[in-house]
């Protein structure tokens, strides 16, 4: 079945420091990628998307590219705020039925 | 705010108990997927109900069970309750059983298992 793999953390910038998180997946065919992210004692936010090859997701700084040939959909944000302090989820969807997501990494920004 | 709703927010509850966790799903969604969370992990898959009928499950065993109603709201039921069952649970509501469509999640139910 469909797995995703993300880079282990966690991860601890200081504040407008430039963020990549690794996002990896395998899969039978082509299936849609998200960011999702979750705040402190909270659900899962949807941070962006991409649902084909070479499309990018964009959303509040951050970025995404879906990146077929490599199997990958890494993040990035050029300067991270304390703000942005959360555990971010990659996932990928199964069949376009539910989605498979990566352990999360843990993002803290320091001041 | 998604307008996804869960309740109880949070419970303890012992082993070898049933529990029953509720999520009213965004007005007009037809789907329901739950989620478990286990501390520090990513969520996992347990099952999904589009239009009242199951559309698929994922590797939990029958103790876990769900049930969707007319106005698509979704009931996740656990039975013998074990110490691992120790989890935060998700549910996300879509317009359809296509998760391409955007699926919101609810903020969960923290289920403590003593």
């Known amino acids: 079945g469909n797995s995703v793999t993300q880079m282990e953390g966690p991860v601890t910038l200081s504040e407008e420091a430039f963020l990549t998180i690794n996002c990896t997946y395998t899969a039978t065919g082509y299936p849609s990628l998200f960011w999702y992210v979750q705040y402190p004692g909270e659900g899962l936010q949807l941070l962006l998307k991409a649902t084909k090859a070479d499309d990018k997701g964009s959303n509040k700084g951050f970025e995404a590219t879906y990146r077929k040939e490599t199997t990958s959909f890494h993040l990035e944000k050029g300067s991270v705020q304390v703000s942005d302090s959360a555990v971010y989820f990659c996932a990928s969807d199964n069949y376009g039925q539910n989605f498979v997501f990566g352990p999360g990494t843990r993002l803290s920004v320091l001041p | 705010e998604t307008g996804v709703t869960q309740s109880p927010t949070h419970l303890i509850k012992t082993r070898g108990q049933q529990v029953t966790l509720r999520c009213s799903s965004q007005s007009g969604h037809n789907t329901v997927s739950w989620y478990q969370q286990a501390l520090g992990q990513g969520p996992q898959f347990i099952f999904q109900y589009y239009r009242e009928e199951e559309n698929g499950r994922g590797n939990f065993p029958p103790r876990f069970s769900g049930l969707q109603f007319p106005n698509y709201s979704s009931e996740l039921n656990v039975n013998a309750l074990e110490l691992d069952d120790s989890a935060l649970y998700l549910c996300?509501?879509?317009?359809?059983?296509?998760?391409?469509?955007?699926?919101?999640f609810g903020q969960g139910t923290r289920l403590t298992v003593v």
């Open positions: 996300a509501s879509s317009l359809e059983s296509v998760m391409n469509t955007e699926a919101f």
